[in-house]
């Protein structure tokens, strides 16, 4: 089973950030916090991973907890092309496979 | 730098057939995953092979096999297919260092329909 716990929907304005939350209750100290987004009738896409420290690229910014039982992501300027189900994924950096849950399906509205 | 591709793209079998899927992996990654990913669902682990050899399995029968070749191009077969084999099924590949190991860069999937 995931060990995430993401909200199935959310909604955001085109041009607003858009913070998408993820529970992981459970994580353990060795563990990364992964980021993926699948567009409609595409392969996921990775975005970005974090330890415990704040990460950010040209795609994304990842803000984890100081307890790391949860994160956040944050895309700073949705547009309409930022539609897509996204998923959060704990796993030792170590393991051979990601376990995935069902993920956010984020919706921007123009 | 060339991605993932896999073929093909769509594929329709009846069941009791035998399929296979192949995968194309990204220059310069020797690890190769496959998942299977039905619709509304995240995708699920199926193996992943690590220079030739399968590195970890999940929780598929024994009819879900595969194969890596010397150019880290892969293979995946099922025999005797049945209806709930109809799915997505994804190939990602991943270079073998450190941090980077579970950054997978997939291709854009295979959807196989078993009738």
């Known amino acids: 089973d995931a060990k995430t716990t993401q909200p199935p929907s959310m909604d955001c304005a085109e041009g607003r950030a858009a913070n998408l939350p993820c529970n992981h209750s459970?994580?353990?100290?060795?563990?990364?916090v992964y980021w993926y987004r699948q567009i409609h009738s595409q392969g996921p896409q990775y975005i970005i991973h974090g330890l415990k420290n704040n990460e950010t690229n040209e795609m994304a910014s990842l803000i984890i907890t100081e307890d790391r039982k949860s994160s956040t992501l944050i895309l700073p300027h949705a547009t309409l092309r930022d539609t897509a189900v996204y998923y959060c994924i704990v796993s030792h950096d170590s393991n051979y496979q990601l376990i995935w849950g069902a993920g956010t399906k984020l919706i921007i509205k123009p | 730098e060339t991605g993932v591709t896999q073929s093909p793209t769509h594929l329709i079998k009846t069941r009791g057939q035998q399929v296979t899927l192949r995968c194309s992996s990204q220059s310069g990654h020797n690890t190769v995953s496959w998942y299977q990913q039905a619709l509304g669902q995240g995708p699920q682990f199926i193996f992943q092979?690590?220079?030739?050899?399968?590195?970890g399995r999940g929780n598929f029968p024994p009819r879900f096999s595969g194969l890596q070749f010397p150019n880290y191009s892969s293979e995946l077969n099922v025999n005797a297919l049945e209806l709930d084999d109809s799915a997505l099924y994804l190939c990602?590949?991943?270079?073998?260092?450190?941090?980077?190991?579970?950054?997978?860069?997939f291709g854009a999937g295979t959807r196989l329909s078993v009738l």
């Open positions: 092979y690590y220079r030739e050899e399968e590195n």
């Open positions: 990602a590949s991943s270079p073998e260092q450190g941090r980077a190991k579970n950054i997978q860069y």
């Open positions: 459970t994580i353990s100290g060795n563990e990364y």
